[in-house]
């Protein structure tokens, strides 16, 4: 085995990929969309969020087309609003939000606990449903003309000052919202009362704790944002007032309700990237990971403190500064726990054997780009440093940092580290590496600059802006294009993978966790007999025990 | 995993027409104290009666005294969130009127 | 392959037809639904969350609108649907023992009761609502404030609280409880309706003795989600009606 992969695939001239598995088990567009089997419905999420991020994607070449030059010459500045509306709330709810959970979570969450399906299979195909019909419902808008409030719908704007589509793109975020709810709600039953006997809390891989720990915001945040739509929907349509200072509501009431919710979202978002890199950490540096009960923790910790931080999206908005300080100080409690992984992180690489096939190159991405994005975050969680950069593009290039150098990366590793398992086939890895290497150049090169951009003044969300901010603008611009290349890349080499990649076997990556030891593709129900679990996570003497038996059985 | 469900423990019909009889004469109560001037009392003792009703709705109605410590954490989880959101909120409404400092 | 983790032999070849096969044991079935409608509840809480939000905050800013606008409440028709509410829980609650108990007669008797509580609830509710909308009390659609401004406008009201008249500014603000007063009692209706639907999808199966053979998780459960409506209307009973009635 050469020192430089980990990589160990069967003799490929007599491999074949398993003639009975949950791609072939039942054939017919209706065992598709009537199925409760959590992995056929976690290829059919894998297949729409794909969708919605092109969509997304296509949106934000157009505000990097726009801000090339300082005039607003491509789009009218109201057209420039609804694009980048569009962009975040399809990017946000309909990407980021059920990426890793609805796709990898989906799928790998019963294989990890040892159980035969997610607690509730009606309940998740009802989920996939849910945002389905939200994604109408956003095109919807999109082709009725858009709506240009920003994904944030703040108030008074969003429901007194203008006349486009707030009221159906409202809708069609509650329909989300309850998608993920419902998917948040499974994986807590699921973790709770499925895990196969000897798999206590303790021997979990971390990809559980994370996805446990969202799941928490998911149940606990979202319908708080689901009653806030109500609201602004019932506000526009009926005029109750509940948010107009004129017949004596609050809009500031609006901002408390939706970033209660939108604040947890974010780590929503990032919780479950940061389980993928748990396990591609451990996987590609052959050790455990470090300090297991710390990260395990630290996720839960950040669950809960994720819930009072909020009204930091608010410090410039008219809150008491009473009210400024308690906030500011949680947000920086917050970010311990998130330091405290990246840190654990380290601690496994250190004297680890690292190898650096494409789910490791991601990875390490990840951990670079999250710290500088979670860094930035602290600055602007100090109220001081936040009243000058906020509404800058300081915050975009800071959640852009922990979004797509953060989240979108990890998601890669993910898809990357488990393709093999989903497909049965290898994706080709020079290319991929390469893939990786362009992204991650493309992305610093257009979102760095708007780190500059922000200090130097410039605001977020509009169309013209000074001409002295034209260079950093056109350099972002063009790392857009090589992002733009970077993630095409994956889509085409992946789907030719389908067809003609390498065959994987059950444990390409010689990882511990109960996945690796079934087939590619895994049967649909998973485990021929509900396994015992009787060894600790991570544990790489115990796997190179079973090759031992494995070989020595052979001959 | 073998914790008490409620399936274990048969609440008795006897435990419920007591509950439903308790409940009725809370409800009678908090209207008639509504009916006596109390100043912002008023308030307290109807939230009061309220969370006490609610409470035993919760215990025996709906068996959360004979569930699960799970169930019984989930419970509490939510009513803490809950106060969460309330009580954080209020902390801006309630300070605003303090002035700048 | 298969010998790499240890393999439990499990008897699941004789199981119950309602036991799903995901589940290796009825418990496990029970337990984890049971635990999955707690949860759905806790969403359901941070749903009206929001709206009890709303309402602290503005009962604290307009709390002589908010007095006047309760006293438009009938105490009767609130009284009486808080005893219908809590009586069709108690008969839910002795649906589920039926159902535990195997009393497959009593189980459908109660939750009929249930059923036409419900119904009871919601016909009071549109008695109520109808008021609201003669009285143009509608916030958004069909309001005046005229009732406030001059409370001699409507006799009824009068002469019982005998409420000063409030000023223009003041009584506009009753709009906002009106608005929560349809938001919350709304919602809680409509949550109502759901479960009065189910109800009845549950009469017609109880009646074939699908809950009456040990499979009792479906009573036990919807059993947990009405009796949640049930708390909600507990807390909006004296949050609407109750603010103050002393005169």
């Known amino acids: 085995m050469s020192a430089t992969t980990i990589v160990s695939l069967p003799d490929q001239s007599t491999a074949r990929i398993p003639k009975v598995n949950f791609l072939t088990k039942e054939n017919g567009l209706l065992s598709w969309l009537l199925t409760g089997d959590h992995k056929r419905i976690a290829t059919l999420y894998l297949i729409s969020i794909t969708f919605f991020f092109f969509i997304g994607g296509a949106l934000a070449g157009l505000i990097r087309l726009e801000l090339l030059t300082p005039q607003s010459d491509l789009m009218a500045a109201d057209t420039y609003n609804k694009v980048f509306t569009m962009h975040g709330v399809i990017m946000v709810f309909f990407f980021l939000v059920p990426s890793v959970p609805a796709t990898i979570g989906n799928f790998l969450i019963p294989l990890m606990v040892g159980a035969k399906d997610l607690a509730l299979p009606k309940i998740n195909l009802l989920s996939w449903y849910l945002y389905v019909i939200a994604g109408i419902m956003a095109i919807y808008t999109m082709v009725a003309g858009g709506v240009d409030t920003g994904w944030t719908f703040t108030t008074p704007l969003s429901t007194h000052y203008l006349n486009t589509n707030v009221v159906s793109t409202g809708l069609a975020i509650f329909v989300a919202g309850f998608s993920s709810i419902f998917t948040g709600l499974n994986f807590i039953v699921t973790i709770h009362k499925m895990r196969c006997p000897g798999m206590t809390w303790f021997r979990l891989p971390l990809f559980v704790w994370s996805n446990y720990a969202a799941s928490i915001l998911m149940v606990l945040g979202t319908p708080v944002l689901a009653i806030t739509l109500v609201l602004v929907v019932l506000e526009r349509t009926v005029h109750i007032g509940v948010f107009d200072p004129a017949l004596g509501g609050d809009p500031l009431l609006f901002q408390h309700l939706f970033w209660f919710y939108s604040h947890p979202a974010v780590y929503i978002m990032i919780l479950p990237g940061m389980g993928v890199i748990s396990e591609v950490v451990s996987t590609f540096s052959r050790k455990r990971v470090f300090g297991y009960t710390a990260v395990a923790f630290s996720s839960v910790a950040i669950a809960v403190f994720g819930f009072f931080v909020w009204a930091h999206h608010m410090f410039i908005m008219g809150i008491s500064n009473y009210a400024a300080l308690v906030f500011s100080l949680l947000t920086m409690l917050v970010a311990v726990p998130s330091a405290i992984k990246i840190f654990n992180w380290a601690f496994t690489l250190y004297k680890g054997s690292i190898t650096f096939e494409t789910p490791m190159l991601y990875a390490f991405g990840f951990m670079g780009l999250f710290t500088i994005g979670g860094m930035t975050g602290v600055f602007l969680g100090a109220t001081g440093t936040d009243i000058h950069l906020t509404e800058t593009y300081f915050i975009v290039a800071h959640f852009h940092f922990v979004m797509v150098g953060g989240m979108l990366m990890a998601f890669l590793s993910g898809i990357h580290f488990w393709w093999p398992k989903w497909t049965g086939r290898m994706y080709p890895e020079k290319i991929s590496q390469l893939a990786a290497v362009v992204t991650f150049i493309g992305f610093n090169l257009t979102f760095f600059p708007q780190f500059i951009l922000g200090t130097l003044g410039m605001p977020r969300r509009y169309a013209a802006y000074p001409p002295e901010f034209q260079v950093l603008n056109v350099f972002s611009s063009a790392g857009a294009s090589v992002l733009g290349v970077g993630y095409l890349l994956p889509i085409l080499y992946l789907t030719w993978s389908l067809k003609y990649g390498a065959i994987a076997g059950d444990n390409p990556w010689q990882a511990t966790g109960l996945e690796w030891q079934i087939q590619s593709p895994p049967l649909t129900e998973n485990f021929p007999e509900i396994p015992i679990m009787d060894h600790e996570a991570y544990d790489y003497e115990w796997l190179e025990r079973q090759q031992q038996k494995e070989v020595a059985s052979v001959g | 995993m073998s914790e008490p469900t409620g399936q274990d423990h048969i609440v008795s019909p006897k435990t419920y027409a007591i509950v439903a009889v308790a409940l009725l004469v809370l409800t009678a109560t908090t209207a008639g104290v509504s009916y006596i001037e109390l100043g912002v009392f008023n308030a307290v003792v109807a939230l009061a009666i309220a969370v006490i009703k609610a409470m035993i709705v919760v215990l025996f109605f709906m068996h959360l005294k004979y569930s699960s410590k799970l169930t019984k954490l989930t419970a509490i989880s939510g009513i803490f969130i809950f106060l969460g959101l309330i009580s954080m909120t209020m902390a801006d409404y309630i300070s605003r009127a303090w002035g700048r400092w | ?247």
Request: aromatic share 18%; hydrophobic share 45%; with cysteine.
């Open chain 3, 1 to 247: 392959m298969s010998d790499s983790t240890a393999i439990a032999h499990d008897a699941h070849h004789e199981h119950p037809p309602y036991q799903r096969h995901h589940f290796e044991t009825v418990s496990q079935q029970f337990d984890a639904t049971n635990f999955a409608m707690w949860l759905f509840l806790l969403t359901e809480v941070m749903f009206f969350g929001g709206l009890f939000t709303a309402y602290l905050i503005l009962r604290n800013w307009y709390y002589p609108a908010f007095v006047v606008g309760s006293h438009q409440l009938s105490i009767y028709w609130g009284t009486a649907n808080t005893a219908v509410l809590i009586t069709s829980s108690f008969t839910l609650a002795m649906g589920v023992w039926c159902a535990e108990t195997k009393r497959k007669s009593g189980l459908v008797l109660c939750l009929w009761l249930t059923f036409i509580l419900g119904l009871a609830f919601l016909g009071i509710k549109s008695i109520e609502y109808h008021e609201k909308w003669v009285k143009h009390h509608v916030p958004g659609i069909r309001f005046s404030v005229e009732n406030f401004t001059h409370p001699q406008t409507d006799p009824e009201v009068y002469n019982e609280y005998h409420d000063k008249p409030l000023s223009p500014d003041m009584a506009s603000k009753t709009e906002l409880y009106f608005f929560l007063y349809f938001a919350m009692t709304g919602m809680h209706a409509l949550h109502m309706i759901i479960g009065i639907a189910i109800l009845g999808y549950m009469i017609i199966r109880a009646k074939q003795g699908a809950y009456t053979t040990g499979h009792v998780t479906f009573v036990e459960n919807f059993g947990l989600y009405w009796h949640f409506v049930d708390i909600i209307w507990i807390f909006l009973y004296p949050l609407l009606y109750l603010i103050s009635r002393h005169t």
